[in-house]
């Protein structure tokens, strides 16, 4: 389970500068569940009830409810030692929320993703990993190629400090009325392990982009183990 508190008052333009921008505010709970349907298989959902609200120049939108949820298929495909490598596709249903960047709420159609993830294990003490994903987009939104890295370390048994980004371009520019785009985020963390239970702590901001808003976070995790 994931609160976040989502803010932005700037964005970018497509020459990349930050200009005024109105005022993004998004308060949203996510719930996350992975299960393991085999030592390979992994279900994995994600449904999120958000708080949303966007101005900018004369127009004014405001969500409450779903945004897009998620619902997938991990498997891991190739493990040498302490590297793994799996692949994961994804069905994301719209809702009334926040489901395409730097579109009104609410809008978007069904979408599928198909990721690739490669982990490496460092010793006992830390991890690094890499994801990549292709976002097949329905009506007119841009389909998305995505990148997402990964760092971790573990400080103590049960501390861990984790350093992340996560970027998204558009790879489509033919659509009538699409926008080319593309945001990068870094993130950073910490974790406690308190039994079966995991608690994390972070914020994330977004030192650059195109066509899409500034926005920094703050976020507070809870992970349980069964």
């Known amino acids: 389970m994931t609160t976040l508190v989502d803010r932005a008052d700037t964005r970018f333009d497509g020459d ?26 992994t279900m994995v959902v994600r449904i999120a009830w958000q708080d949303v609200r966007r101005a900018r120049g004369q127009s004014y939108d405001e969500a409450r409810g779903l945004a897009a949820s998620e619902i ?59 994801q990549t994903a292709w976002r097949w987009r329905d009506g007119e939104y841009l389909d998305e190629a995505r990148l997402d890295l990964t760092a971790g370390w573990r400080v103590t048994d049960r501390w861990q400090v984790l350093a992340q980004s996560f970027s998204v371009w558009s790879v489509e520019t033919d659509r009538p009325g699409a926008r080319a785009f593309d945001q990068h985020k870094l993130q950073l963390s910490v974790s406690r392990e308190l039994g079966a239970q995991t608690i994390q702590i972070g914020a994330s901001f977004t030192p650059t982009g195109r066509n899409a808003i500034n926005q920094q976070a703050l976020f507070l995790s809870v992970w349980r183990r069964f």
């Open 72 to 130: 997938g298929w991990r498997r891991q495909v190739w493990r040498r030692d302490a590297t793994v490598a799996s692949l994961q596709a994804m069905a994301l249903i719209p809702g009334q929320g926040e489901n395409v960047a730097n579109q009104a709420f609410g809008s978007g159609e069904m979408a599928a993703e198909l990721r690739a993830l490669l982990g490496q294990g460092l010793g006992r003490h830390g991890f690094v990993e890499a």
């Open 16 to 41: 990349r500068r930050r200009s005024d921008d109105g005022y993004f505010h998004k308060d949203e709970t996510a719930a996350y569940l992975e299960y393991g349907l085999s030592g390979r298989d």
